[in-house]
């Protein structure tokens, strides 16, 4: 039986202790991604996949909380206004990604726009983002065989989209045996989506692209997982290549270790709701934070044994909680 990828740590946390990972589709898998994909957009699309993923496959429609996501977003040091949430929404549903996969033996290739999204147009700073990923992408990203773990807060505090896009591409190589990315300069325009005619001398792109994005990684190697090396390779006179070299933190390699020992690895010692079980919450808590309620429940729930069934848990704790306050 195949070992499922699944996130670690809680995504709507921010914290350097356990860190919030999402499994994501190696570039070998995800073979072309064209339209107004931004920095922001990367960054959002990688957020919602793992708040959600446990409703992948599961269920079509996934709904949260704007001001809750924005939240988190804050805290890694985005903007305060929410309004860019929705702009990030309408450009990832104007985004084509195009896949390859094997099922059965048997080699597939995709094609579909990356999200979609609706949002109350009067409430949009204290409404509700619901949002897809297309049914046919979502058995590409869980599949088990080829992925890469990115580390979500970490991507969120990256400013630029050469930093962004060099992390995931390093990202996809750190668990190889060689973790190192060899590529070429014209690969890495192409990586990187450097406008067309810019940046074509190695030196400029060394200089605006390369060195920016590595300073931000190395400067925060625990939050990376690693550090990187840069080692320019000529040809003749004239850099022809460039090889990036992972060093993983000792942090990184006990907690990769422990995902390895276990057979099915679930949120490091973090209990996972979905957005259905506070769905339920409001139902059985009229009128109640049911944020509040989950971190007052997260708490209580600390001091005792982990329960099989974490969303029934939380919806009774809240069903308790309302009727001990005098509620009907």
Not at 138 to 148: G, H, I, N
Not at 193 to 205: A, H, I, N
Not at 306 to 314: E, G, I, R, T, V
């Amino acid at each position: 039986m195949k070992k499922v990828p699944v996130p670690t740590g809680n995504p709507w946390k921010v914290t350097d202790n356990d860190p919030a990972t999402v499994p994501v589709p190696l570039p070998v898998v995800i073979v072309g991604i064209t339209g107004p994909y931004t920095e922001r957009d990367r960054k959002l699309w990688a957020f919602l996949l793992a708040a959600v993923w446990d409703e992948l496959g599961t269920k079509t429609i996934h709904e949260l909380p704007v001001a809750k996501i924005n939240q988190v977003f804050r805290e890694t040091g985005g903007e305060h206004g929410s309004a860019w949430i929705w702009e990030c929404a309408e450009r990832l549903t104007r985004t084509i990604i195009e896949w390859r996969h094997t099922e059965n033996d048997k080699r597939y290739k995709g094609i579909s726009s990356l999200f979609g999204a609706v949002i109350d147009e009067d409430a949009q700073a204290d409404g509700t983002l619901r949002f897809h990923f297309p049914p046919l992408l979502v058995p590409v990203l869980k599949d088990p065989r080829r992925f890469s773990r990115l580390r979500v807060h970490f991507l969120l505090k990256l400013s630029g989209k050469y930093a962004v896009t060099l992390y995931e591409l390093l990202e996809s190589v750190a668990n190889k045996k060689d973790p190192a990315l060899m590529a070429t300069l014209d690969e890495l325009r192409q990586w990187l989506k450097v406008p067309e005619g810019k940046l074509t001398r190695y030196v400029d792109l060394k200089r605006f692209a390369i060195e920016p994005a590595l300073k931000q990684i190395n400067k925060d190697p625990s939050g990376a997982g690693f550090r990187v090396d840069m080692k320019p390779i000529k040809k003749g006179r004239a850099v022809d290549r460039i090889r990036f070299t992972l060093h993983k933190t000792d942090d990184r390699v006990r907690m990769e270790s422990d995902l390895k020992n276990s057979e099915m690895p679930l949120f490091a010692d973090t209990l996972r709701l979905s957005t259905v079980a506070f769905e339920k919450a409001r139902e059985v808590a009229p009128g109640w934070d049911v944020y509040a309620l989950e971190q007052e429940w997260r708490e209580w729930m600390s001091k005792k044994p982990k329960p099989d069934k974490p969303d029934q848990a939380f919806i009774g704790f809240c069903r308790k909680k309302h009727k001990k306050e005098g509620h009907p």
